[in-house]
């Protein structure tokens, strides 16, 4: 029997993002997925049953993933869980943002399946993942 995975919250505008990784993430970390397809249904959802994990896109309507990230940071029950940015914004626009609103992990879409599990268990052991090419970024 495989051991239970950890509580995940993906909030992305893209419907077709939730079912290719809630079978990522359910097959190969026995992951419980839930999906929000907005911002404030996604602090709605992480207000209701905090998640261990939050993969937030940036670009999205109405609410950008930079001020869900806010509002979570602001929210103290909230405030620690860690959040993982998957977005199509580039490095250079992106990163140091991400950084300053306290992420714990930056990916770029299109993404391996092997980069989204590295960063999720990276994420959950504490610490941050932010891809070679990101990091000589914020050198510059």
Same mark, same amino acid.
């Given at each position: 029997?495989?051991?239970?995975?950890?509580?995940?919250?993906?909030?992305?505008?893209?419907?077709?993002?939730?079912?290719?990784?809630?079978?990522?993430?359910?097959?190969?970390?026995?992951?419980?997925?839930r999906?929000? &397809?907005? #911002?404030n249904?996604? !602090?709605?959802?992480?207000? @209701?049953?905090?998640?261990? $994990?939050?993969?937030? +896109?940036?670009?999205?309507?109405?609410?950008?993933?930079?001020?869900?990230?806010?509002?979570?940071?602001?929210?103290?029950?909230?405030?620690?869980?860690?959040?993982?940015?998957?977005?199509?914004?580039?490095?250079?626009?992106?990163?140091?943002?991400?950084?300053? &609103?306290? #992420?714990?992990?930056? !990916?770029?879409?299109?993404? @391996?399946?092997?980069?989204? $599990?590295?960063?999720? +268990?990276?994420?959950?052991?504490?610490?941050?993942y932010?891809?070679?090419?990101?990091?000589?970024?914020?050198?510059?």
């Amino acid at each position: 029997m495989k051991k239970r995975g950890c509580k995940v919250l993906v909030i992305d505008d893209v419907p077709e993002m939730e079912e290719m990784i809630k079978l990522l993430l359910t097959y190969e970390r026995n992951d419980q997925v839930r999906f929000a &397809l907005s #911002g404030n249904a996604g !602090l709605a959802i992480a207000e @209701q049953d905090p998640p261990d $994990l939050i993969i937030l +896109d940036v670009m999205m309507p109405k609410m950008s993933g930079y001020e869900v990230c806010r509002q979570l940071k602001d929210t103290p029950a909230l405030r620690d869980i860690p959040v993982l940015f998957l977005t199509v914004v580039p490095p250079r626009m992106g990163y140091e943002e991400t950084q300053r &609103l306290g #992420g714990a992990g930056y !990916l770029c879409k299109p993404y @391996q399946i092997s980069e989204i $599990l590295e960063a999720r +268990d990276a994420v959950l052991r504490g610490e941050t993942y932010y891809p070679e090419s990101l990091r000589t970024v914020s050198r510059l």
